[in-house]
């Protein structure tokens, strides 16, 4: 299994099943937004109707499926998940929103990826519980109103910037910006995670693992998971030598940083000579698509300070040279 930053954040789906917050308490984390959430929640409840809309974004892996999933259970009632790629005609939504139980929560992932036409008919299911559908062509067509049984549409982003002014303002609910975690909560989950597995897991391990997992849930899981098959596969107690030979194995450095951020960084200071260098440059130097680049290598390298973005593109930073001549954070 090959070490990328995208390998790191597989979607193996019995894992996210197993391990997936159930509850509140168990969502470690995003205080701010639990409370708020809940607050939106709790008042929809005491009203007897829906809660209005809510959106969620932030990078992979951070907890926004998870959220639309503790929303439906808070309000006891169904969910039906689907994505923006899947909705391409206005049929498919039509289909979807008029199949919808009464009282669905409506989970669209990547909700950015909804054309234009398809926002266009959301906006009065959105507002009116309404869809507008045209039966028909040409001077024959005609428009016919249909009533929606009521939801709540939770919709959840990567890439918050290409969802439209008024998409957006229609989460009345909120919207809300997933940070990356502390390495106090990711210790917090990992712990959490080593018990679902059964697992006994040393508190230096604990920690190891956290300082390794780029500050993402879905990536603490899924290394405590590659470090315990290491340990078992040598039939060794996870240790803190298991865990520092297991990550040397996988390619992980301390900060957690692989050998394709280092390809990154390395193609930046030399290729570009620290930059500032167009994403697409470097992307095409790379080998790499754009959307990649922001998606999966730049959020963390951004966060550690590494690389910063200008106006005339990426610029490696003091940190970031400091780090590609000692491997470490200084
Ligand atoms: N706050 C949290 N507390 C505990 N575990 C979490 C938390 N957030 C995420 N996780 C864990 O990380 C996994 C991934 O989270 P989730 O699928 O919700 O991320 P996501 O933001 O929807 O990612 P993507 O953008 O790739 O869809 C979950 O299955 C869960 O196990
Ligand atoms: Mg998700």
Same mark, same amino acid.
């Given at each position: 299994m090959s070490s990328s930053p995208e390998a790191l954040l597989p979607k193996d789906q019995t894992l996210d099943a197993a391990l997936r917050p159930a509850s509140w308490d168990d969502y470690i984390g995003q205080e701010q937004i639990k409370a708020n959430v809940r607050i939106v929640l709790e008042a929809a409840k005491k009203r007897g109707g829906m809660p209005e809309h809510i959106l969620f974004y932030g990078p992979p892996g951070v907890g926004k499926t998870t959220l639309a999933h503790l929303v &439906? *259970? /808070? $309000?006891?009632? #169904? $969910? +039906? @998940?689907t994505s923006g790629v899947a909705i391409e005609r206005a049929s498919d939504l039509a289909a979807i929103l008029t199949n919808l139980e009464p009282g669905t929560i409506l989970f669209i992932d990547e909700i950015h990826q909804l054309s234009r036409k398809i926002e266009e008919l959301l906006y009065p299911a959105l507002e009116s519980g309404t869809l507008d559908i045209i039966l028909g062509k040409g001077p024959s067509a005609r428009t016919v109103e249909l009533s929606l049984p009521p939801f709540t549409l939770v919709g959840a982003t990567t890439r918050v910037a290409q969802i439209s002014g008024p998409l957006r303002s229609r989460f009345g609910g909120g919207v809300y910006q997933l940070d990356f975690y502390t390495n106090g909560d990711l210790e917090k989950i990992i712990r959490r995670s080593a018990e679902v597995l059964n697992l006994s897991v #040393? +508190?230096?391990v604990i920690v190891q693992i956290a /300082?390794? @997992?780029r500050a993402t849930p879905r990536?603490?899981?899924a290394l405590l998971k590659r470090v315990r098959d290491f &340990?078992?596969?040598?039939? *060794?107690a996870l240790s803190s030598v298991v865990c520092d030979e297991a990550c040397t194995l996988f390619g992980i450095d /301390? $900060?957690?940083l692989t050998k394709d951020d280092r390809r990154y960084l390395e193609t930046l200071d030399r290729s570009f000579r620290g930059g500032p260098a167009g994403v697409r440059a470097l992307a095409a130097a790379l080998h790499e698509d754009v959307e990649t680049l922001e998606q999966v290598y730049e959020p963390f390298l951004l966060r550690l300070g590494f690389v910063e973005r200008s106006l005339r593109g990426r610029i490696l930073s003091g940190r970031g040279r400091a780090y590609l001549a000692t491997g470490a954070l200084i």
């Open positions: &439906s *259970r /808070a $309000l006891e009632t #169904p $969910l +039906k @998940s #040393p +508190k230096d /300082a390794r @997992s990536i603490a899981n &340990s078992e596969v040598h039939e *060794r /301390a $900060l957690g």
